[in-house]
């Protein structure tokens, strides 16, 4: 089985500063990672994914993530964030085998920008 | 470009009623959907696996006789809670995979608030 760790719950921020959301995961077979960002009563958008290839990934909104498998880890990265950021981040795994197709997510991180 | 979408958006029932959610994928065809469930300030845990023309497959501890599954057809899934009780309230979503996307991939619907009191 696999699982998801944020590291961080909560992130508050100014604004124009930049921001890392951590995540780690655990898996016995190779997994695909993403990251996902839920505004309040809404479902998930896809922020970014790392399918294979080149471990530095970009997504919508000028977030970017690098995949690091020695570290197990996909922490999330934008160099200046805006108010419209404040969301909460989920990093979500979705290994194979059995598990295919279905993704395990973090605990969420709320990300709060703050003027 | 493909969506997917869910009825109602919030839903507020009695204890011991039935609720039943929509899923229904837009432009594209699912033979598979999956259920999420969200608690208030918590992540989503993954509840059911939706599979058209056979029967859903639920994940540990979820209760199969509570929480009825039918993949009516290609572009529809439905969730309905039975006999709901107040630790029921939660935030479903329901996702299907992208037709390009290999099974990887998902698209989520917006979620549905459900409010049992």
């Known amino acids: 089985a696999q699982s998801v760790t944020q590291l961080d719950s909560q992130v508050p921020v100014f604004e124009e500063a930049p921001v890392e959301l951590r995540c780690n995961y655990s898996?016995?077979?190779?997994?695909?990672l993403f990251w996902y960002v839920q505004y309040p009563n809404q479902g998930l958008q896809l922020l970014l994914k790392?399918?294979?290839?080149?471990?530095l990934v970009k997504g919508i909104n000028g977030f970017e993530a690098e995949f690091n498998k020695s570290q197990t880890s996909f922490h999330l990265r934008k160099p200046s964030v805006h108010i419209s950021d404040t969301a909460e981040y989920f990093c979500?795994?979705?290994?194979?085998?059995?598990?295919?197709?279905?993704?395990?997510f973090g605990q969420g991180t709320i990300l709060t920008v703050h003027p | 470009g493909a969506v997917v979408s869910q009825h109602p958006s919030r839903v507020i029932c009695k204890s011991g009623t039935s609720v039943k959610i929509e899923c229904r994928s837009l432009?594209?065809?699912?033979?598979?959907m999956f259920w999420y469930r969200q608690f208030p300030k918590q992540s989503l845990m993954l509840m059911a696996t939706?599979?058209?023309?056979?029967?859903?497959?639920?994940e540990q501890g979820v209760e199969k006789d509570k929480f009825l599954i039918n993949h009516a057809s290609l572009t529809l899934s439905t969730l309905t809670v039975t006999s709901a009780h107040p630790e029921d309230s939660s935030f479903y979503i329901c996702?299907?995979?992208?037709?390009?996307?290999?099974?990887?991939?998902?698209?989520f619907g917006p979620g549905t608030r459900l409010t049992v009191l």
């Open positions: 432009d594209f065809q699912a033979t598979t």
């Open positions: 979500a795994v979705i290994a194979g085998g059995t598990s295919y197709g279905k993704l395990t």
């Open positions: 939706s599979n058209e023309g056979s029967k859903a497959t639920y």
């Open positions: 898996s016995s077979v190779s997994v695909y």
């Open positions: 790392y399918l294979s290839g080149s471990t």
């Open positions: 996702s299907a995979p992208t037709p390009s996307g290999g099974g990887i991939e998902q698209f």
